[in-house]
């Protein structure tokens, strides 16, 4: 199967009439589809494996100027932080540390989905044109580059992990390839179907109030995320002389301060998780036997993290804490309606698919999201650590699903009677007396 003009393969007149910029353009969207898919997989797993293998390099010049061990030992703790982005896990000193830096695999997505865009602008010029899908011919590029892509990524991560293993690390292999697979279809395919120009063709045939429900799921997600890390940095903020009087008592230099930065910002993610788990009502666990929630607090020792700080003290909760679980019915209500209110629903059943059903599935997704949040961090009874993902689905969906029903029935509401009161007054203007 192939889209291409016949321009490229016969000399003919409407071949020779078209202009050079039209020749390069479907050159350049005929690249080879197993060398480009392939190729365009690998590359999106190296680059920030070598980003991370360059700060594995800075961080061991920075913190004794080589002093100590070898470049092959730096190398291989950059390695293990993509491998743990990945889910690998790894065991320091006896311990198996499972927890996951969401900001190294927030970057490695970013770069699956930069990639595979590309990819799938290199590949679309193969395999049938509009008008032979339309017709109802079978196109496989898309899946076929998937595939390849996944390909690609995946020997780059098995080769890493074997790599940078050792006896005493013990990385485990089939999670680094179950992970890879998964960035892979999970944001590379989407990215590749979108640059191919198929997602377009693929998603015009789907009922208007899917993809408006899957709009307002999106928008409502992005700020439930957003505002669950300004929450973190707030209470961050009002407890930084904490912070602070931790990081002090590290004793380290310039160099540790960086390096707890850096450790910092890769968490964030996770940080914001947990911080939408709190304010959903379920909330978190710092190690065996406790819980942060804004019902409940009971902590015990803590081990010395900046991060820490920002936790509510172990202590009866304030009158007020209960009520921040009304947040997330209020957000998913305005998102909600903000959506109906740019493009209305025009019926009260679709105005509560969309609200309602938008709300449920970014509470899925938000569970989905959680279950990445926690892990082992340590010995004993820090290999607890982290939100349920199981109840934060349970009060996602309900919160959200119920605030985006709210709302969207809401301004549907509105948008109702201001349109039977708009009616109204061309009525009267109609039925009054004009002036000659």
């Not at 770069?111 to 079978?138: F, K, M, Q, Y």
């Not at 309900?398 to 509401?413: F, H, M, N, S």
């Amino acid at each position: 199967m192939t889209s291409l003009p016949s321009s490229l393969t016969r000399g003919s007149a409407e071949g020779r009439s078209r202009s050079a910029a039209e020749v390069r353009r479907d050159l350049a969207t005929r690249r080879p589809l197993v060398l480009t898919a392939t190729v365009g997989g690998a590359l999106a797993a190296l680059g920030p494996l070598m980003v991370c293998l360059a700060l594995g390099v800075v961080g061991w010049f920075l913190t004794d100027a080589g002093g100590h061990g070898q470049p092959s030992d730096a190398l291989r703790v950059g390695a293990f932080g993509w491998l743990l982005a990945h889910g690998s896990g790894v065991v320091v000193d006896g311990v198996r540390i499972t927890a996951i830096p969401l900001g190294i695999t927030l970057g490695c997505a970013w770069a699956t989905w930069r990639l595979g865009h590309r990819v799938g602008e290199a590949v679309s010029g193969h395999g049938p044109d509009n008008d032979r899908i339309a017709d109802g011919e079978r196109d496989w590029t898309v899946p076929v580059a998937v595939a390849l892509f996944a390909a690609g990524y995946v020997v780059v991560g098995v080769g890493t992990a074997v790599l940078a293993s050792t006896m005493s690390t013990a990385p485990s292999l089939t999670r680094v390839v179950g992970s890879s697979i998964g960035i892979a279809a999970i944001v590379g395919g989407p990215a590749i179907a979108r640059g191919a120009g198929r997602a377009a063709i693929w998603t015009q045939h789907l009922p208007s109030s899917l993809r408006a429900a899957y709009g307002v799921a999106r928008g409502i997600l992005v700020w439930w995320l957003g505002l669950s890390t300004l929450a973190f940095l707030v209470a961050l903020v009002l407890d930084f002389s904490t912070a602070a009087n931790i990081t002090s008592q590290l004793d380290g230099g310039t160099a540790d301060t960086v390096a707890l930065l850096a450790l910092s910002l890769a968490l964030l993610p996770n940080a914001a998780l947990f911080t939408s788990s709190y304010l959903m009502g379920p909330g978190f666990v710092i190690g065996t036997g406790t819980l942060v929630s804004p019902t409940l607090v009971v902590l015990g020792p803590l081990p010395m993290v900046p991060m820490l700080a920002a936790l509510p003290d172990s202590s009866p909760t304030p009158s007020w804490t209960p009520w921040l679980m009304v947040t997330p019915v209020l957000l998913a209500a305005v998102v909600a309606g903000r959506a109906v209110h740019r493009h209305p629903a025009g019926s009260w059943d679709r105005a509560a698919v969309r609200g309602c059903g938008g709300g449920i599935v970014a509470g899925v997704l938000l569970g989905a999201l959680t279950a990445f949040a926690g892990g082992a961090v340590g010995p004993g009874r820090m290999q607890d650590v982290g939100p349920v993902a199981t109840d934060v689905l349970l009060h996602a969906t309900t919160a959200l699903g119920i605030g985006g029903l709210l709302g969207a029935l809401a301004v549907t509401g509105w948008q109702s009677r201001g349109g039977r009161l708009r009616d109204r007054l061309s009525g009267l203007r109609a039925r009054l007396p004009r002036r000659g």
